[in-house]
């Protein structure tokens, strides 16, 4: 029993569309009995339903297996409270570009997503799948010993298989495993490059391999532009752009700089945050 694992692919279908030839390779090799994605499907990279669209062909060739990330419920928040300030800047113009970029099809199918999985294969021991956490799609529980051991307490399946931290690992705690999957469309594990997982069943446990998964990120920035994403999303493209580059959080590191010149000036974490203070922060960074 063999599973290829996706996990972050924030709309960088070039390197979906890689990473799915790998899994055809390995179908016609050894085999794949389906595939589990992690959440994050969507948001920063150009051309969403391009992602929409090699995940529906996915599903026509491959069992498929999905659950919801914390971007899937930022757009599904936005459905629902339009007038929540999104607009074409730093703060929220990628999501805002994402957002019109979908279908009501589209948002209903991740409404329709649970944040927590359980897979039960015939003769394989039992997986949970999540994004973050079993109960919370932007919790962090890597590297926290005892949320792991919380979680690994109460899922049902043997292994717990989380994404979001766009970085790979492994811990253990009551007699079960959790796997972090790497990101596929913006890793930051620091030049290990794009990845996924390959899970295999071996005498009633679970074992695995991280795959690398390349494309050419030059043609990729140029969809920046042509996208006009670059523009509509200002500092916060550059950012992804670099981190498509260089696997370091860019974005993490930016927006906690901007947030700290602007509290000097007595702005809050309340406000959105001026467009000003995203400019000084990257230039500090030296991101523009």
Known sequence: MRFAVISDIHSNFMALENALCIVEEQRR????DGIIFLG???TDFPY?????????ECRAEFPCYFVRGNREDYLI???YAPEDGWSYTSSSGSLLYTYENLTKDDL???EAMPICLDINPEGAAGITACHGSPKNNKEWIMNRPQLIDKYTADIGGDVLLCGHTHRGGVAEANGKRVIFCPSVGLPQDRNHGSRMLILESNRGSWRYRSVSVD???HKMLTEFHRSGLYERAGVWAKCIIRSMFDEHDHAARCVALAWKIAAADGISGGQ???EKYWEAAASELSLI
């Open 272 to 274: 959105v945050l001026p």
């Open 40 to 42: 994050d499907y969507l």
């Open 215 to 217: 494309y050419d990120k």
């Open 108 to 110: 209903d199918r991740f």
């Open 29 to 32: 090799g050894h085999g794949i």
């Open 77 to 79: 928040r936005h459905r």
């Open 48 to 56: 969403p339903q391009n992602t929409l669209r090699l995940l529906d």
